[in-house]
């Protein structure tokens, strides 16, 4: 396995010799450093690097001149910027010109480490499309770039032939689809293809927003509008005005607070809590849900005319266990992942995890497939492969002698069962592991009771 190759860009040699350091304890060890930016795009023209952290302010050539250079020539290359000034404006234009992140002097280390880990990640997904790439996408434009998504199913290109047939336009759009599947990132796809992929792009989990709050979150206040409004406050649209809201789990949304989203896409205008005038927006919505909204509208649960507005474009996600062999292409792209974040050389699978694999539904999808993996790598001895065992959820889950003939539907719910049962009934760890949200795992575990 080829050795992540980091370099690092500051007129500063301390500040090098420093992170170089630290990044070397992180287990690193392929870290080069230039003191001269003038010198960079040379570097890069005889070496592959996976990533840069650079500098902003040094001589003869500022960060974001080179940020620019290293964006048009090499776009692939993630660059995370880690500079002594925090200033708004340099931030928002180096993330404009394409930087990864944005991170002031001296940084937190657990926060660069982790920007590091996910620009890493991103990379590697760039990566592996350049290797998977499947016959079907002669079917899309040049300019589309799904690099970021990990696949070889034709169920998935026909996906990808959706979003570039909606992302020109500013129709609303809802994205539907079994938890984990990566409606998320088809969300932000859309996005990154459209006319305003310059421009911000706010995720809302509309779960996580307490009836309370929602509108201070949604659409803002003023200082003093309410007991503990000490300051004013954007709220998300106003975030994302220009640009696009995604609002994910928006089947979760309660039917009291639905009017007035429903009122806001209507007008294209909110009103802050405590300010009588309208603010007018330029804005794009994605939503998207893992329920049946059609059903949630027929037991009147969800109103029909909030969900008619929401679905002027409509993108409907496969679940893993019908996508061909993304299980185990996928398997072993977070393979490779998971070697960088626990410092393993793990080569592969052994046959019969592989098609343990092969043969489980995965009703929690690719999230549920990463968690697999990475507790799997945890569990392998530093130069091994993983065998059946380092998947004990689910070699206990196939065990011949626990095999009986029932249906889908029940077999996830006895899977359920069981990873409850193997957390000791705690909730967010089961949901954690299933790849599921806490309140789904409620809905099924009511569901099973009722049955019961």
Not at 226 to 241: I, P, Q, S
Not at 367 to 376: D, G, K, Q, T
Request: charged fraction near 25%.
């Amino acid at each position: 396995m080829r050795k992540i190759t980091i370099l690092l860009v500051d007129d500063e040699p301390s500040y090098l010799d420093l992170l170089k350091g630290l990044l070397h304890q992180e287990g690193y060890e392929e870290v080069l450093t230039e003191q001269y930016p003038e010198k960079v795009m040379g570097i890069l023209e005889t070496c592959q690097v996976d990533l840069i952290i650079l500098d902003v302010y040094m001589p003869k050539l500022n960060g974001l001149e080179l940020l620019e250079s290293i964006s048009q020539y090499y776009p692939k290359i993630p660059v995370i910027i880690v500079t002594a000034i925090n200033e708004t404006e340099i931030a928002l234009k180096a993330i404009r010109l394409g930087a990864y992140e944005y991170i002031t002097k001296p940084p937190d280390t657990d926060r660069l480490f982790l920007t590091i880990k996910r620009a890493l990640e991103q990379h590697i997904l760039e990566l592996e499309l350049d290797s998977h790439r499947s016959a079907a996408t002669k079917s899309l434009s040049d300019k589309a770039n799904f690099s970021d998504i990990i696949t070889a199913s034709p169920l998935m290109y026909k996906v990808f032939e959706l979003v570039e047939i909606f992302a020109p336009t500013n129709e609303m759009i809802l994205i539907t689809g079994e938890t984990g599947t990566g409606k998320d990132l088809i969300a932000r796809k859309i996005h990154e293809l459209s006319p305003r992929k310059n421009n911000p792009f706010i995720a809302v989990n509309l779960a996580s927003i307490s009836h309370s709050l929602f509108e201070s979150e949604l659409f803002g206040h003023e200082k003093g509008s309410f007991t503990g409004a000490l300051n004013e406050k954007r709220g998300y649209f106003e975030e994302a005005n220009g640009g696009t809201i995604f609002l994910d789990e928006i089947g979760e949304l309660p039917k009291e607070l639905q009017g007035k989203l429903l009122r806001t896409i209507q007008y294209n205008q909110i009103y802050r809590i405590g300010n009588p005038k309208p603010i007018q927006l330029d804005i794009r919505i994605i939503a998207a849900t893992n329920r049946n909204l059609v059903e949630a509208v027929n037991n009147k649960e969800f109103r029909a005319d909030l969900y008619y507005r929401l679905n002027r474009g409509f993108v409907q996600l496969p679940p893993l266990k019908i996508r061909d062999d993304d299980v185990v292409l996928l398997a072993k792209h977070f393979l490779r992942i998971s070697n960088i974040t626990y410092k393993k050389e793990i080569s592969g699978f052994e046959n019969n995890a592989l098609e343990l694999l092969r043969n489980y539904d995965f009703p929690g999808n690719v999230r549920e497939l990463e968690n697999i993996i990475f507790n799997a790598v945890a569990k392998t001895p530093k130069n091994g492969t993983i065998k059946e065992l380092d998947i004990p959820r689910l070699a206990a889950f196939h065990q011949k002698e626990s095999i009986k003939l029932i249906t889908i539907d029940a077999a996830v719910e006895e899977h359920i069962k069981s990873v409850l049962s193997f957390t000791g009934g705690n909730m967010l760890r089961t949901a954690d592991i299933l790849g599921i949200s806490e309140r789904t795992l409620q809905r099924r575990l009511k569901s099973i009771r009722e049955k019961e």
